[in-house]
């Protein structure tokens, strides 16, 4: 069965710092990856996905991911973090075969400082 | 904005009560789902319709019954809910073969 780890329970950074948050699945094949984003009383908007290609995975607001298929790993960045940024942030995995089925970490939640 | 409305945002209910949850999207998306977001655990699949017809259940008890009536609506039923089972239940719809979900904005539930 699928996994995700998000070692990062919350992280604290100040604005205009550069952010990583990580995340680290468990599959057997190349899974599909994405990365949503949360604001509070919301519900999860996509950032980013990656299905195959290009590891390195552009996405909306500035943010990206980079598949590391030795790492098992797909890490978000961002080179300079705004106020607005802070949010609780989920990795999640897609099974190719299964379809339909996403399975999430447990969030990081950003803090940014002013 | 994202295309999938949850209705309503709030209910609180007691535990001898009947409510409804509501999902509705007009993407064209053919895949609807409902995933439950407890505090300090991951988000968990609870449903997944694909055109229609039920493909995945996880272990769901069974004061939880969902419907889908047609690939725009989805439905949650509640009944002899517990206090446990007080979460975030959010919407999610795609048109399938693990293409992105699209969230509605959830219902928070409270059982009293």
């Known amino acids: 069965a699928q996994s995700v780890t998000q070692p990062d329970i919350h992280i604290t950074v100040s604005e205009g710092a550069s952010l990583e948050l990580r995340c680290n699945y468990s599959y057997g094949a190349t899974p599909y990856l994405f990365w949503y984003v949360q604001s509070p009383g919301q519900g999860l908007q996509l950032l980013l996905k990656?299905?195959?290609?290009?590891?390195l995975v552009q996405g909306i607001k500035g943010f990206e991911a980079e598949f590391k298929r030795s790492q098992s790993s797909f890490n978000l960045r961002k080179p300079s973090v705004h106020w607005s940024d802070a949010a609780e942030y989920f990795c999640?995995?897609?099974?190719?075969?299964?379809?339909?089925?996403?399975?999430f970490g447990t969030g990081t939640r950003l803090a940014v400082r002013p | 904005e994202t295309g999938v409305t949850q209705t309503p945002r709030h209910l609180v209910m007691g535990m001898t009560n009947k409510k409804s949850l509501k999902c509705e999207q007009h993407?064209?998306?053919?895949?609807m789902s409902w995933y439950k977001q407890s505090a300090k655990k991951p988000l968990e699949l609870m449903f997944v319709y694909s055109l229609e017809e039920r493909v995945e259940n996880n272990s769901v008890p069974s004061r939880f019954s969902p419907e889908c009536p047609n690939s725009s609506h989805l439905f949650l039923h509640l009944h002899t809910l517990q206090p446990e089972d007080s979460a975030l239940y959010l919407c999610a719809s795609s048109l399938g073969g693990n293409t992105e979900a699209f969230f509605g904005q959830g219902t928070r539930l409270t059982v009293v």
């Open positions: 990656y299905f195959s290609g290009d590891t």
């Open positions: 999640a995995v897609g099974d190719p075969s299964s379809g339909d089925k996403l399975t």
């Open positions: 993407l064209g998306h053919n895949a």
